[in-house]
T-cell receptor
Framework: AQRVTQPEKLLSVFKGAPVELKCNYS??????LFWYVQYSRQRLQLLLRHISRESIKGFTADLNKGETSFHLKKPFAQEEDSAMYYC????????????FGKGTRLSVIA | NAGVTQTPKFQVLKTGQSMTLQCAQD?????MYWYRQDPGMGLRLIYYSASEGTTDKGEVPNGYNVSRLNKREFSLRLESAAPSQTSVYFCATRAGAGAEAFFGQGTRLTVV
């Protein structure tokens, strides 16, 4: 069964502190992992995907197949990073829907 | 280029009433999805349409029906609304396998 686990409902950090949003997954096959972000009163938007290996807005995420994790990291949090973050996965092969975790609300305190 | 448009943005229904949530996309995407977002539950898939003419159940389909009217439009119908269906509903689209998903702005539905 496909499952995405985000253990933290809420994460509060001070501005300038490092951030790590945890995501673990279970999937029997080759998944593609994503992070989506939802800023206040805005629609969900893609932040990054593991295939791209990009750094977006200072965030990075590395797929660790051994630990089945895809944690989102940023070395120095900014106030504008405050948002709801969702980890999601889908199969690398085939046109299958995204499966989302329950989300983590990040609050960056000035 | 509007992307993914949902109507209405807000709706209040009485228990037992019916309504249809509309989703339209101008991105020429093949796949369309309906999710509901609830506090502490994340986004859960209700129904999806991998391509025009096909629909499939997701994780939480009970109480809902869908219609893929054409390539652009994918509607979600509540035949007899219940308070448990109070939620924010998101429509999403994707060109196909390997493509990014794009979301609408959401419909906030309250059933009293």
């Amino acid at each position: 069964a496909q499952r995405v686990t985000q253990p933290e409902k809420l994460l509060s950090v001070f501005k300038g502190a490092p951030v790590e949003l945890k995501c673990n997954y279970s999937y029997s096959g080759s998944p593609e992992l994503f992070w989506y972000v939802q800023y206040s009163r805005q629609r969900l938007q893609l932040l990054l995907r593991h295939i791209s290996r990009e750094s977006i807005k200072g965030f990075t995420a590395d797929l660790n197949k051994g630990e089945t994790s895809f944690h989102l990291k940023k070395p120095f949090a900014q106030e504008e990073d405050s948002a709801m973050y969702y980890c999601a996965l889908r199969s690398l092969s085939g046109n299958t829907p995204l499966v989302f975790g329950k989300g983590t609300r990040l609050s960056v305190i000035a | 280029n509007a992307g993914v448009t949902q109507t209405p943005k807000f709706q209040v229904l009485k228990t037992g009433q019916s309504m249809t949530l509309q989703c339209a996309q101008d991105m020429n995407h093949n796949s369309m999805y309906w999710y509901r977002q609830d506090p502490g539950m994340g986004l859960r898939l209700i129904y999806y349409s991998a391509s025009e003419g096909t629909t499939d159940k997701g994780e939480v389909p009970n109480g809902y029906n869908v219609s893929r009217l054409n390539k652009r439009e994918f509607s979600l119908r509540l035949e007899s609304a219940a308070p448990s269906q109070t939620s924010v509903y998101f429509c999403a689209t994707r060109a196909g396998a390997g493509a990014e998903a794009f979301f609408g702005q959401g419909t906030r539905l309250t059933v009293v």
